[in-house]
């Protein structure tokens, strides 16, 4: 909120100034719902902002009718009842007509449950409902509190595979989740003994396993990964996310600190880290076969990080809906990986769908006299004529890493990808070259198999940005191509 009535969200400007502003058609859907969120409530310095909050509060009440418009909409109405009833134990008081206002939301969002969405969006009705519950009183309370514990019970061991990871494989709604069971503990707290001990013990194993596989999945500047839909300043960076766990009491990680492999079996992630290096591979599944909204094209695909510097970088999300550069991003040809025919690995269409899907197997990882190997293939593109299998295999080691890709099958045309981050400066002599980092440190490139281009594109790290940047693009010119980086 950037004062009475105006403001900044996805990196674009707004108002209120009429009741209609609440819903006004010139801004984005995803614009409109972070308006009815009303997340800047308990953002920093929030108290400094309280006479806004004030007015605020009681034109959403007198100005958004019960059941329409945006505000209305499950998802939105789940955030806003948390954030109010937050607002509130901060000491902030709520009218009486906000306070009926609140109960009214609850009443309709516990008969308008997202079960046909599922995932992200029914964990966070689950939470607004427990929210609910503890914070009314009285038998009505007590069906939220009790609805919203049962969905939370069945929902958590669906969502949260065993290594930590959100099922739909996310590093952004992964973070959004894990701060949503950490508001929970918090809740529970301030609320001692409305919880059942299980639930609080469940909640707790998972949030730490949570940290670990964030933190997994984290780079050395200490944001996420960018696979499926994930950009920043969404979700709470992990560093927060990290001190907000210990305030709870929740013990901290240290298990990715060390050079070495480790694979988020589950999920369907790796984490290699060598010397200056940290390079992150996406071996997963595209996320659960009933929800794959928030899935890109992204199969093999990588990052990587060198001296603390993003190096190699899919190239993010910054807007969702249905139109063309929504599903640009989604596709194959945003990500650090092959694409064949100019196809998809996995069939990306509308906003948040996929038809058929890229499925990886035989992954094989190793640590040989201090290199980090991972092998994988994927069978995505068999649905094409030629009935082609991409195969890629990592090698990092100390002062370098090769990422080389060979094709089974019959293709026409085969193209590496690979998206240099903005502030990395390419040179190119043929094929070959070299790279500049912000830091001044510089690394080789070679590519062999392949005829080599290097061409401009846009990176996306946040909702509403696009940032310039380059990649190397390998056009295979047989059945393998490889790139190989040097460093030290």
């Known amino acids: 909120m950037t004062g009475p009535g105006r403001f900044h969200f996805l990196n674009r400007d707004g108002q209120v100034q009429a009741a209609a502003d609440w819903n006004d058609p010139a801004q984005e859907k995803l614009w409109l719902y972070n308006l009815h969120y009303f997340d800047d409530l308990n953002a920093p310095d929030a108290d400094s902002r309280t006479d806004w909050h004030r007015v605020l509060i009681e034109r959403w009440v007198e100005e958004n009718a019960p059941g329409h418009g945006n505000g209305w909409e499950p998802y939105p109405v789940s955030l806003r009842i948390v954030n109010w009833v937050k607002w509130a134990l901060a000491g902030n008081a709520l009218e009486p007509s906000w306070h009926q206002s609140l109960a009214v939301q609850v009443r309709w969002l516990a008969s308008h449950l997202e079960y046909h969405l599922l995932g992200n969006h029914l964990f966070a009705n689950a939470k607004a409902l427990v929210f609910a519950g503890l914070w009314f009183e009285g038998a009505e309370a007590d069906r939220w509190l009790a609805k919203g514990l049962e969905i939370l019970t069945r929902e958590l061991p669906e969502q949260i595979l065993a290594d930590g990871g959100h099922f739909e494989r996310s590093p952004m709604y992964h973070a959004i989740l894990l701060e949503d069971l950490l508001d929970l503990l918090n809740a529970e707290q301030a609320w001692p003994g409305r919880v059942p001990?299980?639930?609080?013990?469940?909640?707790?194993?998972?949030?730490?396993?949570?940290?670990?596989?964030?933190?997994?999945?984290?780079?050395?500047?200490?944001?996420?990964?960018?696979?499926?839909?994930?950009?920043?300043?969404?979700?709470?960076?992990?560093?927060?996310?990290?001190?907000?766990?210990?305030?709870?009491?929740?013990?901290?990680?240290?298990?990715?600190?060390?050079?070495?492999?480790?694979?988020?079996?589950?999920?369907?992630?790796?984490?290699?880290?060598?010397?200056?290096?940290?390079?992150?591979?996406?071996?997963?599944?595209?996320?659960?076969?009933?929800?794959?909204?928030?899935?890109?094209?992204?199969?093999?695909?990588?990052?990587?990080?060198?001296?603390?510097?993003?190096?190699?970088?899919?190239?993010?999300?910054?807007?969702?809906?249905?139109?063309?550069?929504?599903?640009?991003?989604?596709?194959?040809?945003?990500?650090?990986?092959?694409?064949?025919?100019?196809?998809?690995?996995?069939?990306?269409?509308?906003?948040?769908?996929?038809?058929?899907?890229?499925?990886?197997?035989?992954?094989?990882?190793?640590?040989?006299?201090?290199?980090?190997?991972?092998?994988?293939?994927?069978?995505?593109?068999?649905?094409?004529?030629?009935?082609?299998?991409?195969?890629?295999?990592?090698?990092?080691?100390?002062?370098?890493?090769?990422?080389?890709?060979?094709?089974?099958?019959?293709?026409?045309?085969?193209?590496?990808?690979?998206?240099?981050?903005?502030?990395?400066?390419?040179t190119a002599d043929g094929c070959a070259g070299k790279l500049r980092l912000p830091g001044g440190e510089s690394a080789r490139w070679r590519a062999t198999?392949?005829?080599?281009?290097?061409?401009?594109?846009?990176?996306?790290?946040?909702?509403?940005?696009?940032?310039?940047?380059?990649?190397?693009?390998?056009?295979?010119?047989?059945?393998?191509?490889?790139?190989?980086?040097?460093?030290?």
């Open 197 to 426: 001990g299980t639930a609080v013990e469940a909640w707790r194993r998972l949030a730490a396993g949570m940290l670990d596989w964030l933190h997994g999945l984290s780079h050395p500047d200490g944001d996420i990964a960018f696979f499926n839909d994930a950009s920043f300043a969404i979700a709470a960076r992990p560093g927060q996310l990290l001190a907000y766990a210990q305030a709870l009491g929740l013990p901290g990680t240290d298990s990715m600190v060390d050079d070495g492999l480790r694979a988020f079996d589950d999920s369907g992630y790796v984490r290699l880290q060598r010397g200056p290096a940290v390079a992150l591979l996406d071996v997963a599944p595209i996320g659960p076969d009933y929800l794959p909204g928030h899935a890109h094209a992204d199969t093999l695909s990588f990052e990587l990080s060198l001296f603390g510097q993003r190096v190699f970088v899919n190239s993010g999300t910054s807007q969702y809906g249905t139109g063309v550069e929504r599903l640009r991003q989604r596709g194959t040809a945003a990500h650090n990986t092959v694409t064949i025919d100019g196809a998809d690995s996995s069939e990306v269409w509308g906003g948040f769908r996929v038809a058929r899907r890229a499925r990886p197997f035989d992954l094989a990882a190793a640590k040989n006299d201090g290199v980090l190997e991972v092998a994988c293939a994927h069978d995505g593109y068999r649905r094409l004529p030629g009935r082609p299998v991409h195969r890629r295999h990592w090698c990092l080691g100390a002062h370098g890493l090769a990422v080389e890709d060979s094709l089974d099958g019959h293709w026409r045309e085969a193209v590496a990808r690979y998206y240099l981050g903005p502030q990395v400066e390419v």
């Open 449 to 488: 198999g392949a005829d080599v281009r290097v061409v401009p594109s846009t990176w996306h790290p946040e909702f509403g940005l696009s940032v310039g940047n380059r990649c190397i693009e390998l056009w295979f010119t047989g059945v393998q191509a490889r790139l190989e980086l040097e460093w030290g």
